[in-house]
């Protein structure tokens, strides 16, 4: 392996769960979709563990899960999102670390991260340790080995955490060319001064420790980098793998490793097609003879450092003056805004610090009364995270740290003071100082992490921090002229998202209407169990009434209330909670919800201009599809009237119109939903409504297609001699070309893709006279070309 290649990919999204509930609540910034962490898998995750190589006919020839060939962080706080929202993704991508140990002698493609992704120079010595810490447990209880690498979030590098790493078994990492500050040989010699990124990034350096551990690091071609992020390195697949294989030293007789280090974000959602790039490259590159492509710790098994490096501390590899990104006003920013003033920045950062550094010293006192080794049960807590905190981890966890006989509550006051330095760490979180102003998701998110810290600590400690945090938040001056203040930008953006456990069960009362699971109990936060004694629904009103438990299985806390729920329309709404009456009491309330409000009785009372921006978007998906129900009602009331006024010539009122173009699109979504058993049938209503200058709804339409042909895909795998569910396929394809929907192929194709193993079985026993199997062949090289699929 005299010259070798190798691409890392950071994939990484910054938690963006609320810390009361634990699930991400829809985001209006990304509409339609609900949230970024779904838009994101969509154009990048997903995509990459099936990235596309066509032919020159534009059909899809391979597909690579690209995760198997580079190396790759894929942070905790992203993998945990995608093991509960994306388990197939998710699935994949550990998948691809498992193929890559066979590829790679051993070494897998995945490297870890430090646990949330905070600067590390900015944090404690503990919290480093349990940053570190955590990252290699949670990296080893999902890949299911120990991590040779870790990252450190945006490069942020300083000994102290080189040092804990190391400590930790961490053999490198990967650091940008500027971050290299002196190299000489192993064993003596001059030192050389390559600041300013002048250094030889071909090699892996080896950095000794005041402790006498040492680290290898590994300085990425910075030049291929940039314009792989924010060049057009990614418009051409062959380009992207010349540009590597064409950065070696003529000539040169050592070995030699070319390497880039990248947002994965870069590859499908930063660049449209940007996984169909890279895919092309890796296939270009392994089909050379003189070039190698591998990973970081195959590398440096075969070629250990043969030079040493000091690496200065306090760089980064996103800001041009070392970390000030995340603490002043530096002039580093997304670009978007570029006259806006970061001098928000400061006060954020003091506030956080402030928090932090008030508690750490009380909260420690706390744990040392309650567990045997304070520094044991918080580096072992994340296990209770990784199990989203199950009570038979909650159990195990107590028994191997509390003390002898300590009380019920003092083991949810260990809970709490637990989930409280989580949070802690989690307010740090960079995202939080990276964009351009406090108002932005990041800034507000780690405030919200500061607030629920805050509140952990008046329940566990005593201690009301927010007054301080507040104050200092008023020095804080955002760009936006809405929010005079930091500290406005908290009341308006912080403050609602707040819930505690009488709010979150009379939540549940409301999802439950609607047969949905609240979000707290969905994220596995929160035990939440209904008993709905009473429900109704009469004159266009649903009511419901009962007793629901709640319990933050995080920090122990668990209440009982009586919860009811009422709902006439998004305008009429009205749920409320109160302490548990008993039975007497549920049906004395309910005897009265005939005639009267439900919740007058109720201690804590919520209408309409109460719900959250999440409960609004269930509420509102679970209702939508009445909304086609309702029109079609009406249409069929007044379709005769409409009849007569057309042959008559008496003009119709345009709303008759929009009625009809309603009914059209129901009448297709009924054909389109069977398969399109008689195209031939679909193909003539579509040329009436043509003809009579109709417009049904080409997306619900395009939805509905789609999901029909993947439904058949499944179909045909699941019957692998039926060529029935393959002829549906080509069938519903032609009916919908006919309005030129909008396909959504992407699942379909990879199952396809799937099932082109059986195809030379099938051609063979068509040779033989098998017309079940010669009809099976042609319908699947019909279908795979209506997919652009190539079938050989």
Known sequence: ???????????????????????????????????????????????????????PEGLIEEVVNTYSRISFTAAPTLLAWLEQHRPAVYRAILDADRESRVRYAGHGSAIACCYNHLIMPFATREEKRIQVAWGVRDFAARFGREPEGMWLPETAVDIESLDLMAEAGIRFTVLAPHQAGRVRAIGGGAWTDVSGGRVD??????????????IAVFFYDGAIARDVAFGDLLADGRRFAERLTGAFSPGEERPELVHIATDGE????????????????????????????????????????????????????SCLHGLERWR?????????????????REPLREAVVMVRDALAPRSAEALAALVRDPG???????????????????????????????????????????????????MQTSCGWFFDDITEPGSVQVMRHASRTMDLARQALGLDLEPAFIAILRRAQPNDPAYPTGADAYETFVRPAAADLARIGAGAALYALFDLEHPAAASGMYAVRGDWQYRSETDGRRSLLGTVRVRCRATGEEALFDATA??????????????????????????????????????????????????????????????????????RDVAALIGVLEDLRIPVPGSAALLGEHADTVRLLSMLDRGCPDP???????????????????VALGEAASRRIEGSLREAAARPEDPEPLEEIVRVFRCAKVFALPLTLWESQNLCIAMRGRYAGMQEQAGRGDRNAERWAEAFRRAAACLGVRVT
Not at 578 to 594: C, F, I, N
Not at 680 to 698: S, T
């Open 1 to 55: 392996m005299r010259r070798a290649v190798c691409i890392h990919g950071h994939f990484y999204q910054p938690p963006r769960e609320n810390p009361w509930t634990g699930e991400v609540e829809v985001q209006r910034s990304v509409a339609p979709d609900h949230d970024w962490n779904e838009r994101v898998a969509a154009e990048c995750y997903g995509p990459n563990t099936a990235a596309r190589i066509l032919d």
């Open 201 to 214: 990034t071909t090699s892996p350096y080896l950095c000794r420790l005041p402790s006498g551990r040492s």
């Open 266 to 317: 870069t590859y499908g959602h930063h660049r449209k097609f940007g996984e169909m790039a890279l895919a092309y490259c890796l296939r270009a590159v392994e089909a050379r003879q003189d070039v190698r492509l591998t990973v970081y710790g195959e590398y440096l098994d075969a070629h250990p450092p043969t030079h040493e490096a000091a690496v200065p501390e306090g760089t980064s590899w």
């Open 328 to 344: 002043g006003e530096c002039g580093c920013r997304s670009g978007t805004h570029p006259d806006w003033s970061q001098a928000w």
């Open 376 to 426: 044991a049960a918080h580096e072992d807590a994340v296990g209770l995270v990784l199990s989203r905190w199950s009570d038979e981890a909650a159990a195990a966890f107590f028994a191997r740290h509390a003390r002898a006989g300590i009380a019920p509550e003092e083991q949810r006051r260990l809970l709490s003071l637990l989930e409280m330095e989580r949070q802690m760490m989690l």
């Open 566 to 635: 009422s709902f006439a329309g998004m305008d009429r709404v009205a749920f409320g909670i109160r302490e548990s009456h008993g039975e007497e009491g549920l049906r004395a309330v309910w005897e009265t919800m005939v005639d009267a409000d439900p919740t007058g009785t109720f201690s804590r009372v919520y209408t309409a201009a109460d719900l959250s921006d999440e409960e609004r978007w269930a509420i509102a998906r679970a209702l939508a599809p009445s909304i086609g129900s309702a029109v079609c009602a009406v249409y």
């Open 680 to 698: 031939d049938r679909f193909l003539a209503l579509a040329g009436e409504i043509r003809a009579e200058g109709g417009r049904p709804d080409p």
